[in-house]
């Protein structure tokens, strides 16, 4: 079993940044990929961004240039630095960790405000 634990939402006004966190921990043998990803109120979630083991990542067009994520693989932790915020990221933050590829794990979210 994996617990996901994020930290770091908040309210800000636009043009701010927060930095999330994802804290992985547990009977943990390997993490594959990690990523955000977000909720608005009444939408489907949706993908913010993914990190490889290895570094690799993926973003989000609506993100590409405001938001960066990075993890240390030996803490099992990966964040999420959010510049230049807009009101249309207001979501809840989700964390997800692959484990194997039928089998991932998510975190309970946190609230991310982004007033105009």
């Known amino acids: 079993q994996v617990q996901l634990v994020e930290s770091g939402g908040g309210l800000v006004q636009a043009g701010g940044s927060l930095r999330l966190s994802c804290a992985a921990s547990?009977?943990?043998?390997?993490?594959?990929?990690m990523g955000w990803y977000r909720q608005a109120p009444g939408k489907q979630r949706e993908l913010v961004a993914t990190i490889t083991s290895g570094g690799t990542t993926n973003y989000a067009d609506s993100v590409k240039g405001r938001f960066i994520i990075s993890r240390e693989n030996a803490w099992n932790t990966v964040y999420l630095q959010m510049n230049s915020l807009k009101p249309e990221d207001t979501a809840v933050y989700y964390c997800?960790?692959?484990?194997?590829?039928?089998?991932?794990?998510w975190g309970q979210g946190t609230q991310v405000t982004v007033s105009s």
């Open positions: 547990g009977k943990i043998f390997r993490i594959n990929a």
């Open positions: 997800k960790a692959d484990v194997t590829p039928r089998l991932a794990y």
